[in-house]
Nanobody, 125 residues
Framework: QMQLVESGGGLVQAGGSLRLSCAAS????????MGWFRQAPGKEREFVAA????????LYADSVKGRFTISRDNIKATVDLAMNSVKPEDAAVYYC??????????????????WGQGTQVTVSS
């Protein structure tokens, strides 16, 4: 069973940058679409970004489009989320997720069977 471990969270000043990384333990990483989701206190989990197994297809939530960049390295079995121009509303626990998927990506969290434990992002204004 695939295990995902996020890292890179922490405190960032509004307007600053942060880079999250997610490492997968399973060799099937290259067969998976990968997603980043986040959940703020008192709010539902929301989609942030997703990338297809080849990296050809990428989707972003409107709230992060133009500020966040998702990327993956199938050799290292990692997926990163570069966060720029961070806003206070970006504060949340960020989770990476994996889904074995031959084509495309999905924004629906329920379709991802594998999840990391999350990494906290705190934004100071």
């Amino acid at each position: 069973q695939m295990q995902l471990v996020e890292s890179g969270g922490g405190l960032v000043q509004a307007g600053g940058s942060l880079r999250l990384s997610c490492a997968a333990s399973d060799r099937t990483f290259s067969t998976c679409a990968m997603g980043w989701f986040r959940q703020a206190p008192g709010k539902e989990r929301e989609f942030v970004a997703a990338i297809s197994r080849s990296g050809q297809y990428i989707l972003y939530a409107d709230s992060v489009k133009g500020r966040f960049t998702i990327s993956r390295d199938n050799i290292k079995a990692t997926v990163d989320l570069a966060m720029n121009s961070v806003k206070p509303e970006d504060a949340a626990v960020y989770y990476c997720a994996a889904e074995v998927r031959n084509y495309g990506v999905t924004t629906k969290g329920d379709e991802y069977p594998y999840w990391g434990q999350g990494t906290q992002v705190t934004v100071s204004s």
